[in-house]
């Protein structure tokens, strides 16, 4: 698939919709994950907007998108939307009771693959899909994305050092690499190393790009689904925070609410309507 400057435009306006409508949403409720679902933005977007076979929910050759890191669900929320799986004026219900839009993907949602909250364990079940789908004789993709702090979790690991024994190249992990956890960066809570070398180290495909470089993700997609030896992974270099200048790079936004003075600024930033 080779994309269009054209069609890179559109979705580059998309995102910085994405990134309004999604601290809006935060910022109405008081709660959730601003860092993540922003560096996560053109990664998601490009998936779900652009590559993936995910016009019905009841197509059981549809591919399949697992949000490992379920506190980025905001994003997926918006893209859903897009996708017109929920309703366009649903975004203000974020973490609100009996609302569709919880804090973390819940499969009672229109088109979350499986619910996600405890991180490390939406590698494990994309493997599952993946071996499932190819048994069933469908050509689909799985699509896994990981958070970077993710990778402290043992069970990561454990589907890293399985999914090339069983072949998967209908598999391909994506890492939001952005370099800052919960509490710290990486490399004060846990350092990840080389972190290429430790996914090649088990047998994975490993591709290296900037992940909010619409083209450079798309190359890098192309890369991973020409791939037919085993599963590949994206290591889509990110910024925590990316599009708003105070939150950019800092842990602390991580799971912030967004105060009325910062939540002016973010949107003169991005362009979008302060309140």
């Known amino acids: 698939m080779s994309i269009t400057n054209a069609r890179v435009c559109e979705l580059e306006e998309l995102c910085r919709k994405f990134r ?35 016009q019905r929910t009841d197509d059981p ?79 689909s993709r799985v699509w896994a994305i990981l958070g970077d702090g993710e990778l402290d979790e043992g069970c990561i690991w454990e589907a890293a050092m399985s999914a090339p024994k069983f072949g998967l190249n209908n598999l391909c992990a994506i890492v939001d690499w952005n370099g800052v ?45 020409a791939y037919v030896n085993g599963p590949s992974v994206i290591l889509a270099k990110t910024v925590k925070g990316k599009g708003v200048s105070f939150m950019e790079g800092k842990a602390a936004w991580h799971g912030k609410a967004i105060d009325a003075e910062s939540f002016a600024t973010a949107m003169k930033e991005l362009g979008g309507a302060a309140e």
């Open 20 to 54: 309004v409508d999604v601290l809006t949403a935060i910022h109405g409720i008081q709660s959730g994950h601003p860092g993540g679902s922003l560096s996560v933005c053109e990664i998601m977007t490009l998936l779900m907007q652009e590559r993936m076979n995910l």
């Open 61 to 139: 050759a549809r591919d399949r998108l697992v949000l490992s890191k379920g506190h980025a669900a905001p994003m997926l929320y918006r893209n859903l939307i897009e996708k017109g799986f929920l309703p366009a004026d649903c975004m203000g219900s974020l973490r609100r009771i009996d609302s569709l839009l919880q804090g973390h993907p819940s499969v009672h949602t229109p088109g979350v693959e499986i619910p996600a909250g405890p991180l490390g364990l939406g590698l494990s079940a994309a493997q599952g899909m993946a071996i499932a789908l190819r048994a069933q004789g469908h050509s």
């Open 181 to 225: 956890q919960l509490d710290g960066t990486n490399d004060e809570v846990m350092p990840l190393g080389d972190l290429a070398a430790k996914w090649a180290a088990f047998g994975w495909n490993v591709i290296e790009c900037d992940g909010h470089d619409i083209a450079a993700l798309d190359a890098a997609m192309d890369a991973a689904e």
